[in-house]
Structure formats: structure tokens, C-alpha cells
């Protein structure tokens, strides 16, 4: 693995000073890639405002092409309501601040992505989980198919 990558998980709103320090991390350092493992929303006490500005954030992200932005479970209660996706810290209100600034974007999350052989995703993929759903996993690409 030659090029260097940056991976941030689960950032769940943080304050704005987070947000720019990560946007100073990935400056400094400039890397091939930078991947964003999901769960941009959601955290305890939040408000529709802590949403709107975790959004706006992502609009921004979402342009530089060198970061990739997958969806994790509390994405999914967003970009897709729903009995079977909701999570904890989920409200209506806080939906379509997020709809509002990040539904035409939807579409350039991903659910997974590979950095050289590296599978990343927001929850994993396990043999363990492949062989209770009688999958065989053999290549890169049959994983690619899989999911």
C-alpha cells in the first residue's frame, strides 16, 4: 500500500472545532484518500442546529473528490426513514434539516469501499457472517457482488 490514507469513524456532530481540525488534519497531511466511515448524525442532547451544521459540513466534504463518505446506521435513519431504520437519537424535525441539505447528495454515499485490498465499511463484513448466510467470499470481486 503506497498511497496513504485517512480514515475518520462515527463522528456523530461533533462541535465545530472538530470539524476544522479534521479538515486541518487532512490539509497537513494530503493524502491519496480520505474515507469517512458513517454516523455523521446523532448525538446525545443534539439539536436541529447541530444537524444543520453537520449538513452544511458534509455539502462541503461531499465536493472534494479525494473523500469518499459512507453511510452508517444512523445515516440510514436519514437519507431513508423507515421502521427498519431507525436509531436512537432519530426525530422528524432533524430529518428534513438533513433531507434539506443533503438529498440531492444521497446518491454519493457509499455503502462500502475498498482502499487497495481493504474493505471498509461502517460495520464490518465478517467470514463469520458470510458463512451463517452461505456466501462464499473468495475475491475481491465476488465481495463487490455480494454486497
Known sequence: MNA??????????????????????IE????????FLGDYFDNFGDTKEDTRRMAN???????????????????????????????SGYSRDKNCVVLNALEKYIPEFRFYTWVDDILLTHGGLSQNMLCNLN?????????DSIL
Open 57 to 87: 459540513w458534509l455539502v462541503e466534504s461531499l465536493k472534494d473528490k479525494s473523500r469518499i463518505h459512507l453511510i452508517g446506521n444512523h445515516d440510514l435513519a436519514y437519507f431513508f426513514p423507515g421502521t427498519y431504520t431507525y436509531c
Open 28 to 35: 497537513i497531511n494530503r493524502p491519496c484518500n480520505v474515507v
Open 135 to 143: 456466501i462464499k467470499a473468495r475475491s475481491k470481486r465476488s465481495i
Open 4 to 25: 496513504r490514507t485517512i480514515v475518520f469513524s462515527d463522528l456523530h456532530q461533533p462541535e465545530q472545532s472538530v470539524l476544522d481540525e479534521i479538515n486541518r488534519i
